[in-house]
């Protein structure tokens, strides 16, 4: 594919999340304008497994295995009312890790993270920086959902910390994009709000993972106004590995 045709298609899918795209004037450098087709990167390399076109066998057991412990988890009430639990997808040897907040009906009823109208979003806004799904791993801070949509309660998060962790620990994505006001909190043990954190770049508890917040695909949906913002959050969430 030429760069044009890939400007096209970028161009294509940021219309279709509802951002207005113009040209910008010279001179003009303002981050919120940054979605113009001229001053867009170029997309992300495809993510593939290692270099010498071999998984990380060893890590395969571990992956059973904690799937395997989600899928029978019963350390809290969330347990008790799930239809399965949602262990996360994507690649395993992702660059990127996209968390959330929790399953929500649609994610209970498929065991699958992000695959309702939330979910049609996030596909377009990584669609958008050259990013498939399947190229990158996407999970939650909690496993099961809560009723009515809830947020998740301490004692839930904290049941679920231990796979999280785990999760980061094999995936070791280079960076970690904190979608909604649950995820970051949880991961950057802080109560200031989305508007606060985003724009700057976090740590992942004692690591050097990057940790990039941005508005989560739902709330994008009841505030379209804000879209422009987590695309700009997208393209410094790739400044931090180096894709510019």
């Known amino acids: 594919m030429t760069s044009s045709e890939d400007s096209l298609r970028r161009l294509a899918y940021l219309k279709e999340m509802g951002i207005q795209v113009w040209q910008l004037r010279r001179g003009d450098v303002s981050r919120e304008k940054g979605a113009a087709i001229d001053a867009m990167p170029p997309p992300v390399a495809a993510v593939g497994s290692s270099p010498s ?19 029978a988890c019963d350390q809290c009430d969330l347990s008790q009312q799930r239809s399965q639990s949602v262990f996360g997808v994507g690649h395993r040897q992702a660059r990127w890790m996209v968390i959330g907040e929790a399953p929500g009906a649609d994610e209970d009823r ?22 498939k799904r399947q190229e990158v791993y996407i999970a939650n801070i909690v496993k099961c959902r809560p009723p009515n949509n809830r947020d998740p309660k301490a004692e839930e998060v904290a049941a679920c910390r231990p796979y999280l962790k785990a999760q980061i620990e094999l995936i070791q994505p280079e960076v970690i994009l904190a979608v909604g006001r ?5 991961l950057l043990q802080t109560n200031q709000k989305v508007g606060v954190l985003r724009g700057q770049c976090h740590r992942y508890e004692e690591t050097d993972i990057p940790v990039i917040v941005t508005y989560h695909p739902a709330y994008l949906l009841r505030s379209p106004q804000e879209k422009r913002k987590a695309w700009a959050d997208l393209l410094f969430a790739r400044q931090q590995l180096g894709d510019h």
């Open 53 to 71: 076109g071999t998984t990380h066998s060893s890590s395969l057991q571990d992956w059973q295995s904690l799937e395997a412990r989600v899928a």
């Open 110 to 131: 498929q065991g699958e993270p992000f695959v309702g109208r939330a979910g049609q979003l996030l596909n377009l806004m990584l669609q958008a920086i050259g990013l």
């Open 182 to 186: 649950v995820a970051a909190h949880n």
